[in-house]
């Protein structure tokens, strides 16, 4: 429970707080969903990449949200607890999920061989998106725990992410 007043209107827990901000939020909404709309990534990478930083956070109200339009698979959502030894993520995935898990708290060690590898995998432009929807994902799991916002289970969104709809 935030420790806030719900905002009026709010239809989801993030709302309940960005909702005293609407301009704010409506900004936010474009910007996020921008990531998703763009399709200058896949959208299922993403998907991996926003569940990577949430479990590295243990963000149960990030974990708890389902981009089922991303395409990201059952069995890889799965298994994405365990992707260093899953055959089912590609090379260029895991490069990705590893540097993703160090975006939360070890953003400061990321190696030019790390940020290389990445850039080699998704090229100029994809790494540029990737950088900052990694630091989204990131600052959205601290907002959801800062201010305490309740998961909201079963909760898919479709489209990916909130530019066109309710922000979870």
């Not at 827990?13 to 704010?24: C, K």
């Not at 607890?81 to 590893?98: G, K």
């Not at 540097?99 to 080699?120: G, L, N, S």
């Not at 600052?139 to 201010?147: G, K, S």
Request: with cysteine; net charge negative.
């Amino acid at each position: 429970m935030s420790w806030l007043e719900k905002a009026p209107g709010a239809r989801s827990p993030a709302e309940e707080f960005f909702g005293h901000r609407a301009d704010l939020m409506e900004e936010f909404k474009a910007f996020y969903g921008t990531l998703w709309d763009e399709a200058v990534l896949d959208p299922a990478l993403l998907e991996m990449i926003r569940l990577a930083v949430a479990r590295v956070h243990r963000c149960d109200a990030e974990l708890a949200i389902r981009h089922e339009a991303s395409g990201l698979s059952d069995a890889k959502r799965a298994a994405l607890a365990n992707w260093r030894s899953s055959d089912l993520f590609s090379d260029s995935e895991r490069v990705c999920l590893a540097y993703a898990e160090r975006i939360p708290f070890e953003h400061t060690a990321i190696t030019d061989a790390e940020a290389e590898a990445v850039k080699d995998a998704l090229g100029e432009a994809g790494y540029v998106a990737f950088s900052v929807a990694g630091s989204l994902f990131d600052a959205m799991c601290r907002v959801r725990m800062v201010m305490a916002l309740e998961p909201v289970q079963g909760d898919a969104l479709h489209p990916p992410a909130s530019a066109k709809g309710v922000l979870r």
